[in-house]
Nanobody, 125 residues
């Protein structure tokens, strides 16, 4: 079993950047495919991107492609979501998730086995 804790959310102006962290405990993240999701009010949880257990493959949904970068640090057992050129429509609660299938995705939320508590990202115009 793995426990996930996100951090790094906050309030930022449009065009700014944030880096979210997802720290894991319990097991090495190299055993899992990791995903980032977000959920805005009154909307479904949306896949943002993912990274394979080996760290060699990444996948980005169209919403963040070219602006978001996912990376991992095995020594820290942490996955990151670097978000640049943020837009008001990026406002949401961001979650990291782990699944036993160690691929990058894309994948639906139902395919993930463990979830963090989420961190709020608010982008002002």
């Amino acid at each position: 079993q793995v426990q996930l804790v996100e951090s790094g959310g906050g309030l930022v102006q449009a065009g700014g950047s944030l880096r979210l962290s997802c720290a894991a405990s319990g097991r090495s993240l190299s055993s899992y495919g990791m995903g980032w999701f977000r959920q805005a009010p009154r909307k479904e949880r949306e896949f943002v991107g993912g990274i394979s257990g080996s760290g060699g493959t990444r996948y980005y949904a169209a919403s963040g492609r070219g602006r978001f970068t996912i990376s991992g640090d095995n020594a820290k057992n942490t996955v990151y979501l670097q978000m640049n050129s943020l837009k008001p429509e990026d406002t949401a609660v961001y979650y990291c998730a782990a699944r036993f299938r160690p691929t990058a995705g894309p994948a639906g939320a139902y395919e993930y086995d463990y979830w963090g508590q989420g961190t709020q990202v608010t982008v002002s115009s």
